[in-house]
């Protein structure tokens, strides 16, 4: 039986809460809600390093960001690596990536390399290739073609252009004899939030912007300027799904593709306080992840509890379509439990982290740290001690901190257990962030040496950010 084709689509800085179907009252999102009523829809996916460069090395790697060493942004991921593509092209595939890739690096630790060339060898194994480092003008928006050091111009709104030469692909690719792995990175709706079509601008320009009650009042106004292009970049997102699942469904390959829509991580816009990611909060940890795949789990959505982090992508998909997981890998395959082929685990827990205070964290005060995500609770400490514990189910905009709450003493004593079965398990000794840095050699990286200014935030820890 010829195995699934997978396109695997991801937008950058798209939180969980952020669409129609997850009950938000601002998002314009009909095809992915419709997407959602024939998916899998694993509401509790995370980003257990919410930020860019350190999810998509544990995407292509199955590990965590320690052991593949993307542990800040702009770190280039060895060309070594056991990557995803590497292991499907092994196994018969024909591979493709479109969009954003931020794992070339920038050695000069000032973003230098975010407009160079990326050449064959860093492709990690895909064939087809039309990618960029990173770029923030979407509306002008620039890509390299194989093995081609020229420059090239996507038309102009980059996420619609991307979608359309991924469309292109598929439609080259659906009566053929090899199945294929596409991976399409889209920019948006990271910001800046103006950098979008006036069609989907317009949508957003007038109407009323409901703030999540963990947005605090000083803050509410920045909340709802941001918002509104956030969301405009959510709906012209949105229409780029219904091109793919128009393209799968005209091929004549819907029911044998494996299409999975995520996002590398969320974004808080002023919940907590906090401006944007890293932080451990759910806006930030939470993303959508729609998994279908109609000839094994028909068209009838459901969903899902698996708590799965962007480590246990690659060995999941890799069950689905019979592939062979590397042991290189550290994530988790749960594709026996999509399946309904294994026992729900009855005590399960994801790992959470930031093993260095960089860049927004550093901005705002924050502290390097380790925790764990439970169906119930998010538990996270510093080196410090005991920082955060919330009850997500009594509590889902973590407005009370529990920690060190005598009644909760039972409960913090057992999920500091579970975060210390994880460290051992990945032999993470939570060093000091200098310690990692140093011995990398990161520690001239612009993210790191504190040229960010400071933004107090309620949770701002007084010189967190020397803890590197």
């Not at 799904?241 to 974004?267: N, P």
């Amino acid at each position: 039986m010829k195995r699934p084709n997978i396109v695997f689509v991801f937008a950058d800085q798209m939180r969980a809460q952020a669409t129609g179907y997850a009950g938000d009252p601002n998002a314009h999102t009909p095809a992915l809600d419709r997407l959602a009523e024939e998916s899998v829809n694993l509401a509790n996916a995370l980003s257990g390093h919410p930020v860019c460069s350190p999810y998509r090395g544990s995407l292509l790697t199955g590990q965590y960001p320690l052991t593949h060493g993307v542990y800040i942004n702009d770190v280039h991921l060895d060309d070594d690596a056991l990557s995803i593509a590497k292991v499907f092209a092994a196994s018969g595939y024909d591979t493709a990536y479109v969009g954003k890739w931020h794992l070339n690096g920038s050695p000069d630790g000032a973003y230098g390399g975010r407009r160079a060339f990326i050449p064959p060898e860093s492709h990690q194994g895909f064939d087809y290739w039309k990618a960029f480092e990173c770029n923030h003008n979407y509306m002008v928006s620039h890509y390299f073609e194989g093995d081609d050091p020229e420059l090239k111009l996507w038309d102009g709104y980059d996420a619609i252009a991307q979608t359309e030469d991924a469309c292109r692909y598929i439609q080259g690719h659906a009566g053929g004899d090899k199945p294929f792995f596409l991976m399409l990175s889209w920019g948006t709706p990271h910001d800046p939030y103006d950098v979008v079509p006036e069609e989907y601008r317009a949508m957003f320009a007038d109407r009323e912007i409901r703030l999540r009650p963990n947005v605090a009042e000083d803050k509410r106004e920045n909340a709802i300027r941001d918002l509104r292009g956030y969301y405009a970049h959510i709906a012209a997102l949105d229409d780029c799904v219904g091109k793919l699942v128009d393209a799968l469904e005209a091929g004549s390959i819907a029911d044998d593709t494996i299409f999975v829509f995520t996002s590398d991580h969320g974004d808080c816009h002023y919940s907590q306080g906090m401006w944007t990611k890293v932080v451990p909060f759910e806006e930030s940890i939470r993303v959508p992840f729609l998994l279908r795949y109609p000839r094994v789990f028909g068209r009838e959505g459901c969903r899902s509890e698996i708590l799965i982090d962007a480590p246990d992508i690659m060995p999941t998909l890799m069950g689905l379509c019979d592939v062979e997981i590397p042991e290189t890998v550290e994530g988790r395959d749960f594709s026996r439990r999509l399946l309904g082929e294994a026992p729900v685990d009855p005590d399960p827990s994801a790992f959470l982290s930031a093993p260095v205070s960089f860049a927004i964290l550093r901005a705002q005060g924050l502290p390097a740290y380790r925790g764990v995500r439970t169906p119930l609770y998010t538990y996270v400490r510093s080196a410090r001690g005991p920082w955060m514990l919330f009850d997500n189910d009594e509590d889902p905009y973590q407005l009370t901190n529990l920690i060190d709450q005598r009644a909760y003493a039972d409960l913090q004593r057992d999920l500091e257990a579970k975060l210390q079965g994880w460290l051992e398990r990945l032999n993470d000794e939570f060093l000091p962030g200098h310690v990692y840095l140093e011995r990398d050699g990161l520690t001239h990286y612009r993210e790191v040496t504190g040229e960010w200014g400071r933004m107090q935030t309620p949770w701002t820890v007084p010189e967190a950010a020397g803890e590197g």
